[in-house]
């Protein structure tokens, strides 16, 4: 065979199995290491009080787990939140709202470097569902229930808005990968009733759009476009991906399954996670990029979610093993942390597996990265650590 007629079929293989690259009939191995937190610390000093739960339900309420938030503000800086309740105070300042409000959302600020702690800042609320959701460029957006407000370390000046009341009285925030957009969708248990969306723009700080209709399954955003998996809560139809622009009608971009529930998850403004078994990642126009449905080792953990890079180069996977669990006993078991799933832009494999040593993480936990995706924190409880990533293939 010529130099010419290997290099087409290699060519021809690439265009049937995407996961095939022009280098090699096979993809590039990831690579596996170990991760060894750099650091690790507890901020219950920080935190002053017991964090308060969400309480929720109908007729008989119920008190859920401590509203918690772990975002990277920079490189250089982390920033994690509770709810706690203070000592009413009958001062408050500047931008801070009413100071008769005895909750709190604590937010307390950590190097990034070595773990120490930076400062703590309190703003009163009038809701336990409370946290940061986004971050862009260094500034904070946070919401309480209904209210939305922008912080900055640099300036120190906040912006706010309320959003409309609703019966649920529920706002649930989608932010996009870079944190320049939030789509907020209201809670309701009546999934075929239409449903109000608002669409935040973070950098000018105002609603770009409003609208009602019906939220079939789960949704994810980029800057500019919606995802939605349709008809994980309406059995009678078949599920789908679907996707679209603020000013555009829904199409269909991938199949979706009952069983698997993949959540869409942009990891930039042009591919999107589909978090599942397999997991599969495409692109917008839902081109197949790369699917680990032989991937024997990734084992999903129930909290799990691609948790992307803001330059959107990377993105993580956790994966867990369930340990404890007795069927005969009715005993389910626990999810533990094990390892460390990278994937690299173009994402057409798995960049590195990660084997994580340190203290054990054990069922619901809480990660993020940092913006140029060299850093990774992870929070249980009180209980937070960074590791250093591998550089970028």
């Not at 239409?194 to 939220?215: G, M």
Request: net charge positive; aromatic share 8%; charged share 20%.
């Amino acid at each position: 065979m010529s130099i010419y007629s290997a290099v087409l079929f290699v060519i021809a293989c690439s265009l049937i199995n995407p996961n095939l690259g022009a280098a090699g009939l096979q993809p590039r191995v990831s690579r596996q290491e170990k991760a060894t937190p750099q650091w690790h610390v507890n901020l219950h000093r920080q935190i002053g009080s017991t964090p308060l739960g969400i309480v929720g339900g109908i007729g008989r309420e119920t008190l859920g787990k401590p509203k918690t938030s772990l975002w990277i503000v920079d490189d250089d800086t982390l920033v994690v939140t509770y709810v706690t309740r203070e000592p009413v105070s009958s001062l408050s300042k500047r931008g801070e709202g009413a100071p008769t409000l005895p909750l709190r959302l604590r937010a307390i600020f950590v190097n990034a470097s070595d773990g120490s702690v930076k400062n703590v800042k309190l703003w009163p609320i009038e809701s336990r569902d409370a946290g940061v959701i986004a971050i862009h460029d260094g500034v904070l957006v946070m919401q309480a229930g209904s209210r939305v407000w922008e912080y900055s370390r640099i300036s120190d000046e906040t912006r706010t808005l309320q959003l409309p009341e609703i019966e649920s009285r529920r706002w649930h925030p989608h932010p996009s990968p870079s944190g320049k957009s939030i789509l907020f969708v209201a809670t309701n248990l009546r999934t075929t009733a239409p449903v109000a969306w608002v669409w935040l723009d973070t950098e000018q700080f105002r609603i770009k759009a409003s609208w009602k209709e019906i939220q079939s399954g789960w949704v994810g955003i980029s800057d500019h476009e919606i995802a939605m998996t349709t008809c994980v809560w309406i059995s009678s139809c078949q599920p789908q991906v679907q996707m679209r622009g603020l000013d555009a009608a829904w199409k269909t971009i991938a199949p979706a399954s009952n069983k698997n529930k993949p959540r869409p998850k942009f990891v930039n403004d042009q591919t999107l996670v589909l978090l599942g078994d397999p997991t599969r990642i495409v692109d917008t126009d839902g081109h197949l990029l790369f699917t680990d449905e032989n991937l024997k080792h990734a084992e999903g953990c129930w909290w799990a979610e691609p948790f992307p890079s803001a330059n959107g180069l990377r993105f993580a996977v956790p994966s867990c093993k369930l340990k404890g669990a007795f069927p005969t006993l009715d005993l389910g078991g626990a999810d533990v942390l094990k390892r460390i799933i990278l994937y690299d832009s173009p994402f057409h494999q798995i960049a590195y597996t990660l084997d994580l040593s340190g203290p054990r993480i054990q069922d619901l936990a809480y990660m993020a990265m940092s913006p140029n995706g060299l850093q990774l924190v992870i929070l249980k409880n009180e209980s937070l650590e960074l590791i250093k990533l591998p550089p970028i293939t």
